[in-house]
């Protein structure tokens, strides 16, 4: 939010990866004048009281237990990049609280990972924006780390939302 207001920035594109659809999805709230699209990339796609917990499995909520040594933050889950660092817990149990309804929002697009090993917690989410007019679905054979993955394929979903 600091960003946008102090860039002044409008009609932009947000982009959230898994836990980032949380971040994207407050933020286009927040600044309705500011925020055009929003693209969620392998991400959960909260409504108005929805925290990461209550959006994902339960294999994804036992990860989300296993914390590091300070006891306030869950280890990288196994499957991230090595580079990955723990990620506050309290973060994944608070409800998002949104302020109105995101009609503002010309152009929402979601990236499901179809190539991942495991059972994706996203395959729910993906099947029902699938089936939403207001939203454009993408499937890519890449596992939940997309950007690397399939980044040309990523790109270009990018530049046609960004350019809408």
């Not at 709230?29 to 959960?44: F, G, I, N, Q, T």
């Not at 280890?75 to 994944?92: C, E, G, K, V, Y």
């Not at 503002?104 to 990236?111: A, G, N, S």
Request: charged share 25%; hydrophobic share 35%; aromatic share 6%.
């Amino acid at each position: 939010m600091a960003t946008l207001e102090g860039e002044n920035l409008r009609d932009v594109t947000l982009v959230g990866h898994s836990y980032g659809g949380m971040v994207i999805t407050g933020s286009g709230d927040r600044a309705p004048d500011r925020v055009r699209s929003l693209v969620y990339l392998d991400a959960v796609v909260p409504a108005h009281g929805d925290s990461c917990w209550s959006l994902v499995s339960d294999q994804e909520r036992r990860w989300y237990v296993d914390v590091d040594e300070t006891g306030c933050a869950s280890r990288p889950l196994p499957f991230f990049d090595a580079r990955a660092t723990s990620h506050p817990i309290a973060s994944l149990l608070q409800p998002l609280r949104l302020t109105g309804d995101l009609g503002h929002i010309e152009r929402r697009d979601y990236v499901y990972a179809a190539g991942r090993a495991d059972q994706s917690p996203f395959t729910t989410t993906y099947l029902k924006l699938s089936a939403d007019p207001g939203c454009t679905t993408h499937a890519l054979p890449g596992g939940h780390n997309l950007m690397r993955d399939s980044p040309d394929e990523l790109a270009m979903i990018l530049d046609r939302a960004a350019s809408h």
